[in-house]
């Protein structure tokens, strides 16, 4: 360390508020949002391009994240929903629906999308610089990046984006010379002509290797410790897609092809080599005096086990280490909390896919779908703790907020996107709500940081959370099964798909453990019922149950009226109710019951049940 802080005396140096190490979507729209807020960034590129993990990856060129460009809306809001390739901005032209026509698009596509953005909001990178070492300094917690070719950046505070991008590879065993990787092996479906072929791996990678070759193959074998996860099954979606799993066909089918289940970190596991061929058996068989059981022969094996996140460049930050994923086991991902700062190293935080950490196999946040939310939020963070900038936010009138609610409902991305993790609160101050959009649920207990303010101010809050029901994304569950749907409002409790769930809380909720899905602390809380088209405005099952239960905890009349329920209490009572003075929650005797619609434009305060309805 002494060396390296002598060797700095003579080295150029750089002094930021904000290093950004990987110039991936993650790290690109965390510094759209740094730059936003007017603060002091830069990002670290080691590669000359922006995205380069899509130079290499998928093999195949063809990306299975969606771009659907027609929803029948022209609600930009409720489009990003089904946008999973686009980074947030304030310019409705940078979405990619105007870079490709394709459901799936080619790869090269969003490395032409992810260069134009960069260009057009002047993001700051500098390219062709690799970060050799990070040190600390223990007195104020900043950090000195060493580089090899552009000397030391001293940084406040850095944000780690640099993916998950290194192949795992098995540790405990002699891997025959020819076993190859997913990042080298030929995706020439020619060089596969006749040929026996297994591959390690149950994922979307393993799987996107099979559909390319088996046309061509004697067969192919899918080998892995777990059964196959199907993200339609699962609603998980870094699960296998239905894009990449034809080979399921050939293998229910009886067609060679097969999907094998073995313990591959396991020690009686041996890769064996005769001749020009590969075998694997299984020795614990053995010793039980069983039937050797032997698989092939192979005239090759794949390694496509998936991605590890490289710890290289922190490899001097010692007190680094990774958390646990969902089942408790120790996870791939480094350690972090819910304000996506490790738990181990202050001042470093995470943005982008490593931040999936967080809600594996709960959410969407290892895939830019998901985490252009996250990194805004952690933009948010950053400005609100280190900045004190408030936490954006608009206020509207309390009249106002049930038809608030149901126009959000029917277009937040963040929330739609980031089930569980990210939610909407709705703080009263009297005749006003005050609405905070994108909050991580695990910062709740510590929402006072980000309006700062004391922690003992009183809070009358309004969490509004997007959730799937309790049995619905399971391994072996039926999600097609006759009686998935449930649109009764008075059994919204047992809904399968996502709808919305409102939580009220008088004080800050309990905290939230790592990858928990749980909100402790409610006093009250309400299920909306599921609806195909996730339109959640309906009158009967939505507008009624959630006017009833606002009114109900803020003890005020949220009820809908008619023009003719005005003129009848203008002409019987001396005073109008606020209702009637207001048109906000004047619903018109002409309006469809089932059809509240969702409107193009979101005024910032005072909301018109004409734009709801879209007369």
Known sequence: MWLLLFI?????????????????????????????????????????????FFEVYPRRRTLISINKRN?????????????WNSLLSDDPEMVFKHYSKEMFPPADTLLKYLDDYVNKFQIKIHYNTNVDQIVQDQADSSFSLFTSTSGVYNCKYVVASTGISVLHKLQKHTIPDNVEGYDTTSHNPADYEGKKVLILGKGNSAFETADLIYGHTDYVHLLSRDRVKLSWNTHYVGDVRGVNNQLLDTYQLKSLDAILERD???????????????????IAHDAEKIQSDVLGPYDKIINCLGFDYDPEPFRNLTNMRKGE????????????????????????????TITHGLDKRISSGGFIHGFRYSSRSLAWILAARNHGIRWPSEKIPLYGVVPYMLKRFNEMNGPYQMFYVLVDVY????????????????????????????????????????????????IGGDPFKLDRAELDPYRAHTCNFIHPVLYRFTKLPHAVPIRSKGLKGASNKIHLSEDLYTDFATLTRH???????????WKEDMSFVTPEDCLYKHLTRDRQSEQCRNPTV??????????????TQLPNAKLLLSDILGK
């Open 71 to 83: 929803t029948g809306e022209t609600n930009t809001e409720f489009n990003m929903r089904h946008d």
């Open 543 to 553: 507008w009624t149950p959630l006017s009833n239960f606002i009114g109900t905890i």
């Open 264 to 282: 591959l970190d396991s020690k009686s596991i041996l890769f064996e080599k005769k001749g020009d061929k590969i075998f694997l058996r299984d």
């Open 586 to 599: 004047v619903v018109t005797s002409t309006m469809t019951p089932e059809s509240i619609r969702k409107s």
């Open 8 to 52: 700095s005396l003579f080295l150029t140096a750089e002094t930021w508020d904000y290093c950004i190490i990987g110039a991936g979507p993650g790290g690109i729209q965390l510094a759209y949002y740094l730059q936003k807020s007017g603060l002091e960034y830069v990002i670290i590129e080691r590669n000359s391009i922006p995205g380069s």
């Open 325 to 352: 994923d969902w089942q408790g086991k120790r996870s791939k991902y480094p350690d972090m909390g819910w304000d996506f700062q490790s738990t181990t190293v202050k001042n470093l935080y995470y943005a982008g």
């Open 427 to 474: 703080l009263r101050l009297g005749n006003t709500v005050e609405v905070f959009k994108d909050v991580p649920h695990g910062l709740l207990h510590r929402f006072h940081e980000l309006l700062a303010e004391p922690r003992d101010v009183p809070r009358d809050m309004v969490v509004v959370r997007l959730e799937y029901g309790a049995g619905y994304s399971q």
